[in-house]
């Protein structure tokens, strides 16, 4: 028997996640046959030391992929976008890519994601609806796809074959991913049979809070979702069919919203006491990472970072919790070198961790 509490619009409204045996269920969602699991489930604990790789450069580091011996962090604050990293030989190579209208520019950047061959890389300009292609060391553009006002929004776009990409919609909640093909042809919706959503509230606010991030596998046969806000995490084959879904740590994960002032712009505004689930998703070939937060918005560690990192395989199994010793807000894995790299917080330094111990990644 599900427990399903009555919907209103009074003050303090909260949106409660009561766990029952498997099911959950509230006026918004009904989740069927999630694997629960908590804090205490995973069967190992690592707690990790960092290691600063750069703390000189200026800008405001946000998003940071690692490919091959490059390292890429996107710069919120900079007038050229993208700092670049040779990991290798632990050298600083500079910025690239100008902000501006230019037929090169961006005027926004999503997270470096890699060509299929990766000999290439791209990144998305939310603002302009541009996915621009780069060689390797962002010197010179040699592609790019423009989305129009007649196609579906995409967001993280990242390939998952040479003529197919995935990407997330966040106009949209029910279709959790979409398939895309590079002529912009076909836009496959993606949805999760074990979510069944109540419209209850506007679009507006259901998008916001069942939006996730998305990682591809690196040999492109599995996607893998992690909800802002809702503590779940879906594992997808590459052609969208759901093969598990988790759903924890927190036995009753609320989410509470500003009602007031939300209805009132027309979007989702956040309160002292909104609450955080996954920051970040990063996966290799045999893992899942995803950097989870469980805080309020109130928290004075700020709600956006976190120092947890839990991992599973694409099994849904629980490998191991990771406890870093700094709060981070971006990361990726290189398995070459068993390293976590990471946009550390509040002092915006680039940092490493040593995975070196863990003998598949």
Known sequence: MLTKSKFSFSPGWLLSLFLLFGCQSTDLIKITDACLFNDKSFPNVQHLTSNIVNDTFVG???RLTQIDTLLYVVDVALD???????IKNN???????????GPDELLSAGHVTPSIDKNSVWTHDHTSRRWMQYDRELNTLTGKIQFSKDHIYVDEPQWISDNRFVGINYHSHKERFYIVDKDLTEFKPVFNPQFSFNDNLPPFLMNDIFSSCIHVRPDK??????????????IYNADGSLTKLLKGPEKNFNFKFNESKSFGNGSLVKSAESRRAYICLRSTNDRIYAL?????????????????????????NLIKKYVLDCRIDSFDVDVSTQTIYAVQEPDDYIVSFNISEDKTL
């Open 60 to 62: 405001k580091p946000a």
């Open 80 to 86: 050229s976008l993208v700092h670049k990293f040779d």
């Open 91 to 101: 050298l600083y190579k500079g910025l690239a890519v100008g902000r501006g209208n």
């Open 221 to 234: 046969k599995k996607v893998v979702l992690a909800g802002r806000y809702l503590d779940c995490i879906e």
């Open 292 to 316: 989870y937060s469980g805080k309020e918005r109130r928290d004075s560690s700020n709600y956006s970072t976190s120092n947890i990192i839990y991992t599973f395989d694409w099994e849904g």
